[in-house]
């Protein structure tokens, strides 16, 4: 059986805990106190620690931390582990920690991980390995990727039930989350506050107009701000220009719109509605 | 029991027909033969009709057909309408229809009427009574809406268990709607192209590399290509002002990711992790 320390014993980390629990010892690492003994009391562990050194047992390190966290602790936990163990990470960008990886050059072998399956629920009590199924796990092979390495990374994505996707670099994994999910939040955010600064106009207050459309495109904008701040703060150059693009988009929208030219309009909207079912 | 002619048996006239048949005699006028055969087959009308002079032995008209063409229709529908009787509408803009309806001054009472229930799926066959449940239902009286008017329509939005909201104007209904439903639309449009078009320099597709948030910001990218169309080019206006202000916002937050401001990031994805709660 692997021994899998998981250090951050969150949503992800804990969910992902349930997932594989049954061909996996776990060794659950949180700085909380209060989480390890959930993770106790729930069966999700059978070791729990407060202390890095804890990686020293495992055949696996999971790192399920915030990135820039990652990037905080990954000197520590690089000095615990096993130079033959096996790293892994769930971070939402890659860029800083995988620079910070290269620059600390450890022997470890590491694939990088990053399963598609936020929500706006954090912390280990909303922990349900179900958030997997069917959404999309990227995998990033790093350094000395093995065979036993991507079979132990493919065991895992199956108990989650996830579909696997290789990614080309990390400079690919960054640029394209940057379209698929940072632009998706800051989108929510600015919606929501220009939902708001209308309402300042109107005498109904605007949020009790809101259909589906409004609250599914504002829906991330109730995630935990610890964790979208940080994979804003560190992807900034890809969102930035992803949101140049965006306003490029919406420009050339806005010039059909008023020059009333209706089938060019229409047709913009068949292509997004073709794409659209790509999904 | 009130005689209610549906004009346009689509996805939302259907759907009401569905929720109010039990205290209302029901005709289904549609241009489409098909449609009536359905409406029929399933008793969702007791009387089908492709002409519109079948509104003359109706105590109330509800337009259901997109906003263009009930401008397009409205002559004809009030020509055969009995005087007392009442008019409404679903129409998702009211600018224009309600410009046409004060140009030829009818005698008739008239409510118009916006359940904020869309679907990406048109049409009869999915017919749903349970797409209002919880809905906004918004109201707006725009002519001799006695008290008998309000009655009934308060007993089609209860049966509907829509939430009825007043709305003070046009204007300001559709500048409301511009920020709630057709920039939404906009949005999911633009995400969608410049999604394709990164696509374009990755080595996968970005479209597996979407989570819940990219999912959900572009679900309405899915909508029937001539719903949105109609409310998009019957209120540009309002919809150019929204994307506007939105690109301002957009900006904002890029100035602040851009700079490293970490502090005012975090309170503006506060105040709309706040504001989204009030949805």
């Known amino acids: 059986m692997t021994r899998l320390a998981i250090v951050g014993f969150g949503h992800i980390g804990a969910s992902i805990a349930k997932a594989v629990h049954a061909d996996h010892e776990i060794i659950a690492i949180d700085h909380d106190e209060e989480v390890l003994r959930k993770a106790r009391d729930r069966g999700l562990a059978g070791e729990t620690s407060s202390d890095l050194a804890a990686c020293r047992n495992a055949d696996t390190v999971l790192l399920s931390v915030p990135v820039r966290t990652c990037v905080t602790l990954l000197e ?31 022997p470890v072998r590491y694939v990088s991980l990053h399963p598609l399956a936020g929500t706006e629920r954090p912390g280990i009590d909303s922990a349900n390995p179900e958030i997997f199924r069917g959404m999309p796990f990227l995998v990033l092979p790093v350094q000395n990727a093995d065979e036993d390495a991507h079979a132990q990374v493919d065991r895992m994505i199956a108990a989650c039930g996830g579909r696997k996707i290789q990614i080309g670099s990390v400079k690919e994994h960054d640029a394209a989350l940057a379209v698929t999910i940072h632009l998706p939040h800051v989108l929510a955010c600015a919606l929501t506050h220009l939902a708001e600064e209308s309402s300042q106009t109107l005498s109904t207050d605007i949020f009790d107009l809101a259909g589906r459309s409004f609250r599914d495109s504002t829906r991330v904008a109730s995630s935990d701000i610890r ?12 969102t930035a220009a992803a949101i140049d693009r965006l306003v490029d988009h919406l420009g050339r929208i806005k010039k059909l719109l008023v020059a009333g030219n209706d089938e060019e309009l229409k047709s913009l909207m068949n292509a997004a509605q073709k794409l659209r079912g790509r999904l």
């Open 227 to 238: 964790m979208v701040h940080d994979f804003l703060s560190t992807n900034t150059g890809d």
């Open 76 to 106: 520590e936990v690089l000095s615990h582990m096993d130079p033959a163990a096996l790293l892994l990470d769930v971070a939402s960008t890659k860029g800083i920690l995988l620079a910070e990886f290269h620059r600390l050059a450890p």
